[in-house]
């Protein structure tokens, strides 16, 4: 069978023109997906006020932390069914996703189990304050039916763009997310729901992503689910493994919003909060852009990693680099430059949350840069199966060395330097990227 039946030629198709083909319908997708949660917030903002914002950062975390184990799963399963298909090991591919569907979604219900039985502890847990309870509690009580179809559509996404469909998997993100938009404004506003709107819509536009994702499955190009899986646990293992920097990339961000909650609301209050809130409704788009550009190379990279065609990887890795430094410069700049225009489609720039994140954002806005080489290098370790680097990469950006620095910089710059804890953490482990990657550069990927 040839490699042209997945729709896209791994193996002897050019590079560049691969990588263009799966980047921008992704791109494409991820920034709808990410315009959704500005959107989103632009509404509750408008419609709540900056305790609606705030409200929603507290919840936040479990929503990543859903999307990283789709993550998980969804690379997980695409590098290894990716070196399954360079081998045309179909019967193996096709098992492997199967486990990866069936087994996350048994962990998400676990997941949402105590969210359900016992709410008020798991926002307090979360951060959440009396004055914030109201909204937090209805934001948590609707957003919980669309987890689990949200999973659903991360690893989706990933199996699908490997098949050879990545318009498909662009329209597995636009789709929910202009659904998504046209709920939130209706919900919000017209039936002045509040939050409650807001986690409603999104769950919906969930709903509708998940089950366009298993559809697909119907008439994919060779990819199919399937009952006959020998080995169920061992193919669970292996994607966790591979796709675990992809969860903790998500869970990093999590621990980056809970950190930077608690840091924002003792230095400021509430506003503090709303002001922290703006930049982590950014931060998923700067997240969206770079992701496009490892999700685009990934398939090309572990397909040609399990054909053996080591100099295809690395010149993938030089087309990934590449355009995640152009995106990450632009982000930054555009950030920068329109921080007060950016705000005030949240909130008045004029009110205390306002002016402190006017303050704060081109700060903020410089690890751009660095988070994009960084989701770079990520991305290609994964694909070549070396998940121990991956995931040291991921806990240095995310926990190692941002929650010290989320600590230190305030007490050592007290203006900025609560804003400067992620740039700082993205700029140190870059440069441990960059350290690991030439001292292994005359080797082959499979050598070290």
């Not at 799963?73 to 199967?98: E, Q």
């Not at 989701?375 to 190692?400: E, M, N, W």
Request: charged share 10%; hydrophobic share 55%; proline share 4%.
């Amino acid at each position: 069978m040839s490699t042209e039946k997945l729709g896209l030629d791994y193996a002897n198709g050019r590079i560049g023109r691969i990588f263009c083909k799966i980047f921008f319908p992704t791109l494409l997708g991820m920034i709808f997906n990410a315009m959704l949660t500005i959107i989103d917030g632009i509404f509750v903002g408008r419609g709540v006020g900056p305790e609606g914002i705030a409200s929603v950062n507290i919840v936040a975390p479990l929503f990543m932390i859903t999307t990283g184990i789709g993550l998980m799963f969804g690379i997980g399963t695409s590098v290894a069914a990716g070196i399954s298909l360079a081998s045309k090991d179909y019967a193996r591919t096709n098992a492997s996703v199967s486990s990866a569907f069936i087994f996350s979604t048994c962990l998400i219900i676990l997941l949402i189990l105590p969210a359900i039985i016992s709410p008020d502890a798991i926002l307090s847990l979360l951060g959440s304050s009396p004055a914030l309870h109201y909204h937090t509690y209805g934001y948590l009580r609707f957003l919980l039916p669309g987890l689990i179809p949200l999973m659903w559509q991360s690893i989706g996404m990933m199996v699908i763009r490997l098949d050879g469909s990545p318009k498909y998997a662009m329209m597995c993100n636009i789709i929910p997310s202009l659904l998504n938009i046209v709920l939130d404004w209706w919900m919000v506003f017209p039936l002045d729901m509040g939050v409650r709107g807001a986690a409603l819509a999104t769950s919906i536009s969930c709903i509708v992503g998940g089950l366009m994702a298993l559809l697909y499955f119907r008439r994919s190009y060779v990819i199919r689910f399937t009952r006959h899986i020998t080995g169920f646990f061992s193919y669970v293992a292996m994607q966790m493994r591979i796709g675990s920097a992809a969860f903790v990339t998500e869970v990093a961000m999590s621990i980056m919003m809970f950190t930077g909650n608690y840091e924002f609301m003792h230095l400021y209050g509430e506003d503090g909060v709303a002001a922290f809130s703006i930049a982590c409704y950014l931060f998923p788009l700067i997240f969206m852009i770079n992701n496009a550009v490892a999700q685009s190379a990934q398939p090309i990279m572990s397909y040609n990693f399990g054909a053996g065609a080591d100099l295809r990887v690395r010149k993938a890795l030089r087309v990934s680099v590449i355009v995640a430094l152009i995106c990450g410069f632009i982000a930054s700049f555009s950030i920068s430059i329109f921080a007060e225009g950016i705000v005030s489609l949240f909130i008045s720039p004029k009110c205390e949350a306002g002016r402190l994140a006017t303050a704060g954002l081109p700060v903020f806005a410089i690890a751009a840069i660095f988070f994009a080489i960084n989701i770079a290098f990520i991305g290609y370790y994964q694909s070549i199966k070396r998940a121990s680097i991956a995931l040291l990469l991921t806990l240095l950006r995310g926990v190692i060395l941002l929650i010290p620095l989320f600590l230190i910089l305030p007490r050592l710059f007290s203006s900025w330097g609560v804003w400067a804890a992620i740039p700082a953490a993205e700029m140190l482990t870059l440069a441990i990227t960059l350290a690991i990657f030439l001292t292994t550069s005359r080797r082959s990927p499979r050598k070290y």
